[in-house]
C-alpha cells in the first residue's frame, strides 16, 4: 500500500477576521513578475447562499492579474494571503494589523513562483505554508 503525502497548507484553514473578499486587490510580496492582483475566489470555502466569499492572512486564494509583467497580465493564479490592514486577534490576545493587503503568488500545490519575498509575513501564513516561510525575511 502506498500513501502519498499532503501538498499544501500543513493544516486547515482557522477562523479570523475576513480581511479580504472577492474583489479585493492585492499587493504581489515577492518577485514572479506580478505587482497587483485582485481576488476572485476561495476554494475550499463553505459559505451562506448569496455571502461573498472572504479570506484572512494564511488562506489560499485564486486571483488574477491586473498590473505586472506583459504576459501575466490576465492570467489566473494562485495566491496565499500574507499580510492584511484588518486587524485580527491571535490566540495570545493581541491584535495585529498591517499597513497593506499583501499576497504571495504559490502554485497550485503551495510552494512559492518567487524566489524572495519583500516585506513582513504574517506568522499565520508561515506557520501554514512551509514554502513561504523558507522565503520570507521577516516573520511578524
Do not use: H
Not at 27 to 43: H, L, Q, R, W, Y
Amino acid at each position: 500500500m502506498s500513501f502519498r503525502r499532503k501538498k499544501g497548507a500543513k493544516f486547515a484553514r482557522v477562523r479570523r477576521s475576513p480581511g479580504v473578499i472577492v474583489g479585493t486587490r492585492l499587493k504581489v510580496a515577492d518577485n514572479s513578475g506580478a505587482k497587483e492582483v485582485m481576488v476572485i475566489g476561495v476554494p475550499g470555502l463553505k459559505t451562506r447562499l448569496r455571502r461573498i466569499p472572504f479570506a484572512t492572512v494564511g488562506d489560499l486564494v485564486v486571483v488574477t492579474v491586473k498590473k505586472g509583467n506583459a504576459e501575466l497580465v490576465g492570467q489566473i493564479m494562485y495566491a496565499v494571503v500574507v499580510r492584511q490592514k484588518k486587524p485580527f486577534r491571535r490566540p495570545d490576545g493581541t491584535w495585529v494589523a498591517f499597513e497593506d493587503n499583501a499576497c504571495v503568488i504559490v502554485t497550485p500545490e503551495g510552494m512559492p513562483k518567487g524566489t524572495e519575498i519583500r516585506g513582513p509575513v504574517a506568522k499565520e501564513a508561515a506557520e501554514r505554508w512551509s514554502g513561504i516561510s523558507n522565503l520570507a525575511t521577516i516573520i511578524v
